[in-house]
């Protein structure tokens, strides 16, 4: 059966890609939306913005994008760098992305589930900048998660016009 809804995420994973000029990312972009527009027809298509990224200098923070591999020489020592792996994910380059894809989306009359702006204002949230798992300062583990998912199925409810079957899936 086909399912009610689809929900797809096209960001941060892409940010470092060598796809990511300007041009060839929201052409990539257009494929993948029009190709599941093809695909799918005139169904609820939701797409996840993704997560916000959080430099943290928390020291507490293990195995996260900012960390002590890159602090230049002569540095103090509790300095921080973002490490380059991570340097090109920044909200700022997640944000470049939403402005060049949800012109996009909105063509092919996507929902948006704006991951970006729930999750900015919670650090917290994440233990390693990048995971919204509950974060080190939150007894209660899963919040950014929980958030997220109370969001997704409050924009499901009001896109698709009947009782939801709920499974799960990834395509790569």
Known sequence: KRPDAIVVNFALHYASSETMCDG???AHWMFRAASLRKAF???AVVWHTGLATQF????????GSVGKSSV???WPREARTIDPLWSCRSNDRLWHMFDLAWPVAKRFGFHMLDGI??????????SDNRQYDGGINNE???LGSITILNELLNLLSSAVKRPLRLTTGSID
């Open 41 to 43: 027809g005139d169904g």
């Open 56 to 63: 943290s200098d928390d020291q507490r923070v293990q195995g």
């Open 140 to 142: 209660a583990r899963q």
């Open 117 to 126: 702006t729930v999750t900015a204002p919670w650090p917290h949230w994440t």
């Open 24 to 26: 060839d990312y929201a």
């Open 72 to 74: 230049g020489h002569g």
